[in-house]
Each structure stands twice: as structure tokens, then as C-alpha cells.
């Protein structure tokens, strides 16, 4: 549906947009970070951007609001909006423009709210900044988008203070913010990414149902070709700041026609066979019960899974089921009150202050954030070798040949010891993790989240790497995860956990075979699939079991 003038209503011509980067040792340079890309968006309509981590899907999205983040600056290139050149607007148009007719959702709900301030506060502060309507009607019409978001007690629910609500709750609550000033355009930041899937799915529910409601348009941005696939009309590819195909979503879904899309489509079709169970277990967790100082209850309720060398076992739930909570206990952060953990053949100690080194070397850790698990002012090639010189005593060219073979293991090798954590990828920090858990050459590797913060592609590779590993070292994994995609892909055994509780375990093609508990088919059934009107489905599903209860 287009504009009075017969225009669309985001009109985006040979946009290039750049910024100055300041090398370590060298002089700065500036880099061209899109290079010129064109696209429109009618009113009513989603279109979909989607690619891997620096392919410039969010500085797109930015740009459609006037707006560089952190030096970068639009060099080239138009953006119309409702049929005017915002580039051209000047400081009054664009505070105008931000907020009134362009809103935007960002990833971390959590850090675009002020704590200090209760939700209604927030939500109706562009409306009354603009002047769009009163007081009274502003707050009647977020309480309007509460109940249409699903959103508990709407009517009281904008009295809370952000740290008050759930993460899917604090989305919502963005999601409302940004519409309640009937804005004719919002722009959606990965909105879902940071989220378990069952809370994926109910806000990517209201966000379709919102749109379709509202009538607004907008962009979507995602490294989710799944998830975009639910809500877009159209689909954007992007990489390298450059367009690869654009088209339909059903298009983009059943005949991509470029290369590179047609491997986004493909990459969460992968399964790793099942291996067969091992005679002895490397770790075994026996009717483990823990609790934090701080808080009364258990947080883990007689949990008991073993690991066989060589295996993966896959940890699944939504946040706050206990995953981490049970690698903390494995490792001796969070000291269990009943249960034993045995591992290697002995009893652990525990509390982290009882093990041995041997018990420290033994089990190694890689984090979900490789950005904030790597000292930024220690190079790739000191970050590896802290391991050697702490547990073997490696030093000078001993040690630099050793960290050379493990770079050369991880497919980085020549060049990249020399590097700070700055100069790397996303892909590359989360290798360079790897390779320093190798170097204590581990027995067990505990995997929280690894690939979550990963691009679907990069996060391929990345799987693809640590089953390489696998086969050649007959090490173990506990893979730590709210994806079940990377399940399939990695897993030999799969333990749901529910509340603390292990609520199903055993092999992955036990798990993952029906009959299923009611937690199991929540979690499998809110898996997006890579297909058109999935999201519909499990709508109407939903609907019809919640009248029938």
C-alpha cells in the first residue's frame, strides 16, 4: 500500500555509509561499511534484513532514522521517508522524525530501559515529547498494546520497574514503546536473539500480531533466516555492506538463487549422527542438589547425567531451567549441598578450593561471550599460551610452537598470534577460546552457550570445528544451549532441565522421539521452522488448547 503521492513509505537510494577505524600501531584509515544499497518499504508491509555479523544490517536500520553509532557516518546516498529526503532535514527535522514517525526496537531491552523509572513512564514518553496525544490517552493506549502483546495485568503492569519483569516481558514492553506513538515506521533490531525459544516464540507472536494490528511498517533485522521467514513480506540479503538478493519471502525461503543465500537456507538442515554409548563415563553427576547462599530454595533438585569421552551431551531448557547453574556446580563455583560429582575415575571434591590442578586441567570452560572472556590488551598468542605455562610450564619458543599448533588446529594459522582480540572476528574470538581450553588438554569441556552470539553460518563452522576436535582428541562436551538446531547438530545425549529438574535424558534419538512431556513438546514445538506460515500454526495450536482447558 503506498502514500497519498503514490511513494513508498521508506525509500532508501545507493546508501553508502562509512567510518574512520584506528588499527593498533597504525594510522587511521576509514572503510566504506555499505556500499550502495537501495531498497523501499510500503506502508503495511515488513521487509526483512538479514545476514551475518557485519554485513551492515543494522547500520541500514539505523540510517533509516538519520542515525551513525559510534563514528559511523553516512557518506553518500538518500533516505525518504513519507516522501522527504531526512538526510536534508536538518537537527529539527530529525528530532521530529526520531521517536514520531521512526521508532526502533533494539536487541537488549535490558539496557534501553532507565532503572530508575517505572515502565509506563518510559513507554509513554515519546508520545508525550511529540505532543502525538495527552496523558491520559497516551497511558489508555499503552495499556491497550500491553493486552494486544500478551503482556500479564495490563492494566497495573506499566507500575513496574524494568528489573520487575521478564526479559520476554522487558521485549514486549519495548515492542509497545515503540508503537504507542503510532509511529508509521519501526525499525526491529533482533528484537529475539537474546531470548530461549519459548520466549522467542511468544514475542515474535505479538510482534506479528502487533504489525497486522497497527498497520505500521517496518524492517526486521535478524541473522535468523527462520525467524524473519515468520513476519516479513519481503527478505533482504546483505554481506559486506552489499546486497545479495532481494525478493519475496516465499522467493527467498524455496528458490534462493544466489549462492550464499541458498547456504543460509540450508545450514539448519544438518544432523550429527548419534555415537554409541561408551563403556565408562568420564564425568558422571549423581543426584546433585545445590542452592545460592542468597537464596532459600534449590535452584538444582537431584540432578544426575553422566558423559562418556569422546560424547556430547546437550543441556537444554529455557533461561533460568539451570543449565548454568549446573556447569557452575560441575566446576566447583556453586558447591553442591547433596550429591556427588565423580570424574576421570575419582570423586571431586565439591568446592573449586578442595580440586586438584590435575581436576582444574582436566575441565576446561568455553563462554558464550568470547568479547568478555579474553583480557583485550594480551594478544591471541599470550592468551593461548597462559594455559601452557600454567600447567606445563612452557616458556620462550617452546611455548610459541605449541600455540602455533593449536592456532593451526583451530584453522587460524600463521599471522594470528600476533593479534589483539579487537582485530578478530566474532568466529575468530570464539576460536581463539577454543584453542585455549585445547591447550590444557582437557578430558571434558563445558560449552555454555557457544554459538548463541554467532551468525548462523559463522556458528556453523564453529560446530563443525569443536566435532573436528572431538574425533581427534576423544574429548567430552557438556554443550550448554537453548537452540535445538545446534542439538542436532552436535549432540549424541540430550537432558531437558525444567525448574532445576532433569525432565527428560537420554539418547538423542530418545529425546527427540515422541511421546513427549508437556515441557519437551513446548520446547520442541517452538523451534521456528524454515517455512511459510509456521508461526500460524503454533498460533492457531495455542489458541485451540487454550480454549480447550
Known amino acids: ?19 574512520t577505524v584506528y588499527p593498533p600501531g597504525e594510522r587511521p584509515r576509514d572503510v566504506t561499511l555499505v556500499h550502495g544499497v537501495s531498497l523501499t518499504v510500503e506502508k503495511g508491509k515488513v521487509l526483512g534484513l538479514i545476514g551475518e555479523s557485519g554485513a551492515g544490517k543494522s547500520t541500514i536500520g539505523l540510517a533509516s532514522m538519520a542515525y551513525g553509532r559510534g563514528g559511523v557516518r553516512i557518506t553518500g546516498g538518500e533516505v525518504f521517508v513519507n516522501g ?5 532535514g536538518g537537527t529539527a527535522g530529525l528530532r521530529a522524525l526520531r521517536g514520531r514517525e521512526v521508532t526502533y526496537v533494539s536487541q537488549s531491552a535490558a539496557a534501553s530501559f532507565n532503572p530508575a523509572k517505572r515502565l509506563m513512564e518510559q513507554v509513554i514518553e515519546s508520545c508525550l515529547t511529540h505532543g502525538v496525544m495527552p496523558k491520559a490517552e497516551a497511558e489508555k493506549r499503552a495499556v491497550t498494546l500491553f493486552r494486544k502483546l500478551g503482556l500479564p495485568n495490563p492494566e497495573t503492569f506499566g507500575d513496574r520497574y524494568p528489573h520487575q519483569v521478564s526479559g520476554g516481558q522487558l521485549q514486549r514492553a519495548m515492542t509497545a514503546m515503540a508503537l504507542c506513538p503510532k509511529p508509521d515506521l519501526v525499525v526491529f533490531d533482533e528484537p529475539t536473539t537474546a531470548l530461549d525459544v519459548t520466549t522467542q516464540i511468544d514475542v515474535l507472536m505479538a510482534i506479528k500480531e502487533a504489525i497486522r494490528d497497527t498497520g505500521v511498517a517496518a524492517l526486521y533485522i535478524t541473522h535468523d ?7 516479513s513480506d519481503d527478505i533482504m540479503v ?13 522467493q527467498i525461503i524455496n528458490a534462493p538463487r544466489e549462492p550464499y543465500t541458498q547456504a543460509l537456507v540450508s545450514v539448519r538442515s544438518h544432523e550429527h549422527p548419534e555415537k554409541p554409548p561408551a563403556a565408562e563415563p568420564v564425568l558422571t553427576v549423581e543426584a546433585v542438589t545445590a542452592r545460592y547462599r542468597s537464596v532459600p530454595i534449590d535452584v538444582l533438585k537431584n540432578v544426575s547425567v553422566e558423559i562418556a569421552p569422546g560424547r556430547t551431551l546437550a543441556v537444554v531448557g529455557e533461561s533460568g531451567s539451570g543449565k548454568s547453574t549446573l556447569a557452575r556446580a560441575i566446576t566447583g563455583l556453586l558447591p553442591p549441598t547433596r550429591g556427588r560429582i565423580r570424574f576421570a575415575g575419582r570423586q571431586l571434591s565439591n568446592d573449586l578450593a578442595g580440586r586438584t590442578k590435575d581436576d582444574l586441567r582436566e575441565m576446561q570452560m568455553i563462554y558464550q561471550m568470547a568479547d568478555v572472556a579474553m583480557n583485550p590488551r594480551q594478544t591471541v598468542g599470550t592468551i593461548i599460551g597462559r594455559p601452557l605455562e600454567f600447567y606445563f610450564g612452557l616458556r620462550g619458543a617452546e611455548r610459541d610452537k605449541r600455540v602455533q599448533e593449536l ?11 600476533d593479534r589483539y582480540p579487537a582485530e ?3 568466529g575468530q ?3 581463539v577460546c577454543i584453542a585455549r581450553s585445547l591447550a590444557a588438554k582437557p578430558k571434558l569441556i563445558i560449552c555454555d552457550e557457544v554459538t548463541s552470539a554467532l551468525d548462523p553460518l559463522v556458528a556453523e563452522g564453529i560446530l563443525k570445528l569443536l566435532l573436528d576436535l572431538q574425533a581427534q582428541e576423544n574429548v567430552a562436551y557438556l554443550f550448554i544451549t537453548h537452540d535445538l538446531a545446534t542439538v542436532r547438530a552436535i549432540a549424541d545425549s540430550i537432558a531437558v532441565m525444567y525448574k532445576g529438574e532433569v525432565v527428560r535424558y537420554g539418547p538423542k534419538s530418545d529425546v527427540l522421539a515422541p511421546p513427549f512431556d508437556n515441557y519437551t513438546d513446548l520446547l520442541l514445538s517452538s523451534v521456528p521452522e524454515m517455512r511459510l506460515g509456521w508461526l500460524e500454526e503454533v498460533i492457531a495450536h495455542r489458541k485451540m488448547e487454550s480454549a480447550g482447558n
Not at 533466516?225 to 513476519?231: E, F, G, K, S
Request: charged fraction near 30%; avoid cysteine.
Open 1 to 19: 500500500m503506498l502514500d497519498i503521492a503514490g511513494k513508498p513509505l521508506l525509500d532508501i537510494r545507493n546508501l553508502k555509509i562509512g567510518a
Open 84 to 88: 522527504r529526503d531526512i538526510l536534508k
Open 225 to 231: 533466516l527462520a525467524v524473519v521467514a515468520q513476519v
Open 238 to 250: 546483505l554481506r559486506n555492506g552489499k546486497t545479495v538478493e532481494w525478493g519475496t519471502t516465499d
Open 407 to 417: 592456532l593451526d588446529q583451530i584453522e587460524m594459522g600463521k599471522g594470528f598470534a
Open 424 to 426: 578478530l572476528s566474532g
Open 429 to 431: 574470538k570464539q576460536r
